[in-house]
């Protein structure tokens, strides 16, 4: 458990978080040892995985355009379908904990990144 922020390598920790409040859904996915990984249209932010694709460059390519097309047009609907998992570098971040840790009053579960897991070729944006 960590006590002091600067123990923390947030290029490469070794753990992520996960900001939580304390409710029934929690406790069964801690029982179960489950996660609920939500849909992005289930998400608080509208903006949260929208899809920005440029094909302009793939016009002179000789690729098939109206296949391209097709395939940009479906993205949005395929990222709607996708679960998402948010995680934190950090544990001590206090807005996170009064956005998804019911205001401070939540856990914060801690998940260890090793070769063992998929966590471990997880390698945070910089």
């Known amino acids: 458990m960590y006590t002091d922020p600067s123990e923390i390598n947030l290029k490469d920790p070794s753990s992520l978080f996960k900001y939580k409040p304390i409710n ?3 406790l069964i ?3 179960n040892d489950e996660i609920y990984m939500p849909a992005s249209k289930e998400l608080n932010d509208p903006f949260e995985c929208l899809a920005n694709l440029d094909i302009t460059n793939v016009q002179n390519s000789g690729f098939d355009i109206k296949a391209i ?3 940009v047009k479906d993205v949005p609907e395929w990222i709607g379908l996708a679960g998402i998992y948010s995680m934190s570098s950090t544990p ?3 807005l996170m904990w009064s ?4 205001y401070h009053k939540g856990i914060c579960l801690e998940y260890a990144r090793n070769s063992n897991n998929e966590l471990g070729s997880f390698h ?3």
């Open 99 to 102: 956005h998804y840790a019911e």
């Open 29 to 31: 996915n801690l029982i």
């Open 69 to 71: 097309d097709s395939f």
């Open 92 to 94: 001590f971040d206090v």
């Open 24 to 26: 029934k859904y929690t």
């Open 124 to 126: 945070p944006e910089t």
